[in-house]
């Protein structure tokens, strides 16, 4: 029924009408007594027809879409490219990109030389975007380093530099002019450095780049902090010799070790190792939330009471790590349980088919393994009698099984302060996200923020600074203070370049796949049907009386 009336529009009705009109015209042109200008007679009638079918359905040509189009000039755009764009587009605008304060207008907007800022893209609003860019210039091309490190740990510098006409440059490692370590690029420009810090603090590093005349320098920010040994508590329902060649080797690994051991039915004996510090080790939140990694065997687990267990998975979805020594035959509390099988000779072994990280074992027959709880890791250990292998002299396979799974499940320590990008600039917006339960009292080089609260991340805030000075920086939320170098305006420009041009294609393309074809109807002038049947229709008339 809808169809059918869709059908009967006035458009159709109209142009049906016009038809009919059209024929019943010519038929009574040519059965007229009279032949004389036939022909014309006819013609008028067409050209009769046609000017009411012009004044009652309006008709209209179609073109292509002629909009503005707006040359954007970026940083570093040559003459030559200007001239080039402003022959292909003679009616365009020219912007120059440093005098944006609002969205641009146009159907097509081109970014020449290296683009526009990343927090900028907004002004170019939903216009189509052709990037016309030039050259990447010399320079650091990319450059990975950790923006904090550890006193007395290495730290590695990845990078790649391009410069002059050299393929192979000499990279240097320099802090307050003593060189520190030096390599020389490969083909593509890529670089290794290495550095170990000596003690805590904030450095301001130099990277001196350069082969001939061609010489260049970047500075590098970095914090080294002091070591935070990992903190490890172990519980066994009785000593063995698995249980003491473990306390030692984390001992000896730097660790603080805590230990309780049973020893008759209401006795036990403690040892602590590495501090000095003596707390009671009963299975509460204040005593867990102190620890990286909780060490125990399957009897403790089991013997423990059902508040003990909910606090111990409380735990773990925190961050703490729990690992239990040999204990994964699937019995006891399930939440403190690999699924495990058994083989004909009766070992038991995780199967590949489990869905947690494997670390050590056979393909398919895994004797150890961790599984994530919340924050947190649950890893479990099938071998009993790892300390032979230290009696036998193997203290790398020791080393080999116990260092991957200790590592895999301690705690991982999430920085309450992130930035957000990996190079902060003077003059550019800089945001930071804070996780904290509350509202966070947030402060920068000590003017006070207001933070935002993240919409889609729980117990994480934002906020946004704009530095005004290069160097060293303190973002403060309540108790926490991070550090942040800021780098000035023209520092690293090759990898701001290559940033901001990556993000424009990648817009770019974006809206290219979400443009529609625009296509224009231009409405033929009213006043030529008007004409056309003024003249028709008078002609028709005189011929009338003059025949």
């Avoid at 809206?511 to 049907?529: C, E, G, H, M, N």
């Amino acid at each position: 029924m809808n169809d059918w009336i869709q059908w009967l529009s006035f458009s159709t009705v109209a142009a049906a009408g016009l038809l009919l009109l059209w024929v019943g015209l010519l038929l009574l042109e040519w059965f007229r007594k009279s032949t004389h200008r036939r022909v014309a007679r006819l013609f008028a009638v067409t050209f009769l027809v046609l000017a009411l079918g012009g004044i009652l359905l309006k008709p209209a040509l179609r073109e292509e879409a002629h909009d503005q189009v707006i040359i954007l000039i970026g940083e570093q755009t040559g003459q030559a490219l200007t001239d080039s764009l402003r022959k292909a587009w003679p009616g365009a605008s020219l912007v120059a990109s440093d005098t944006l304060r609002s969205r641009l207008e146009a159907e097509l907007i081109i970014l020449t030389g290296q683009g526009i800022p990343a927090h900028d893209l907004w002004k170019t609003g939903s216009s189509a975007l052709l990037p016309v860019f030039e050259k990447t210039p010399a320079g650091m091309q990319a450059l990975e380093f950790p923006k904090k490190i550890v006193a007395g740990e290495e730290m590695i510098i990845r990078g790649q530099v391009k410069g002059g006409q050299q393929d192979s440059l000499d990279v240097k490692l320099l802090l307050n002019g003593t060189k520190l370590d030096s390599v020389r690029t490969d083909s593509s420009g890529n670089f290794i450095l290495r550095h170990v810090p000596a003690s805590a603090g904030r450095y301001v590093y130099s990277i001196s780049a350069g082969s001939g005349e061609w010489q260049q320098e970047f500075r590098m920010g970095a914090e080294a902090e002091e070591i935070v040994p990992d903190r490890v508590a172990v519980l066994l329902s009785y000593p063995t010799f698995e249980s003491r060649a473990l306390k030692n080797y984390l001992a000896e690994n730097g660790m603080e070790v805590l230990v309780r051991q049973q020893i008759s039915r209401d006795k036990f004996s403690y040892e602590f190792l590495n501090t000095e510090k003596r707390i009671s080790m009963q299975i509460t939140p204040d005593f867990l939330s102190e620890l990286d990694l909780l060490i125990a065997d399957k009897q403790v687990i089991s013997t423990m009471g059902s508040r003990n267990r909910e606090i111990l998975e409380r735990a773990m979805y925190e961050g703490m790590g729990l690992l239990v020594l040999a204990s994964s035959d699937g019995s006891g509390d399930p939440s403190f349980s690999i699924p495990s099988a058994r083989d004909s000779e009766g070992n038991w072994y995780f199967p590949e088919n489990v869905s947690f990280v494997h670390t050590s074992g056979e393909a398919g027959r895994y004797r150890s393994g961790v599984v994530q709880k919340g924050r947190g890791a649950l890893a479990a250990s099938l071998e009993s009698a790892t300390y032979l292998w230290m009696l036998q002299g193997e203290e790398q396979q020791y080393q080999q099984y116990w260092l991957p799974l200790i590592d895999a499940s301690v705690r991982k320590d999430m920085e309450k302060i992130v930035a957000e990008a990996p190079i902060m600039r003077v003059n550019q917006p800089t945001e930071f996200k804070i996780r904290n339960k509350g509202i966070p009292d947030v402060a920068w080089n000590g003017i006070q923020l207001p933070p935002e609260n993240d919409a889609y991340l729980e117990n994480t805030w934002k906020v946004r600074v704009w530095p005004a000075d290069s160097g060293w920086h303190e973002l403060v939320s309540g108790s926490d203070t991070s550090a942040f170098f800021i780098y000035g305006q023209k520092e690293f420009q090759a990898m701001k370049f290559s940033g901001q041009k990556r993000l424009i294609r990648q817009r770019a393309a974006e809206q290219l796949k979400s443009s529609d074809p625009r296509t224009v109807y231009d409405p033929v002038p009213a006043w030529i049907f008007y004409v056309l049947f003024l003249v028709a229709a008078g002609f028709l008339w005189l011929e009338l009386k003059l025949g």
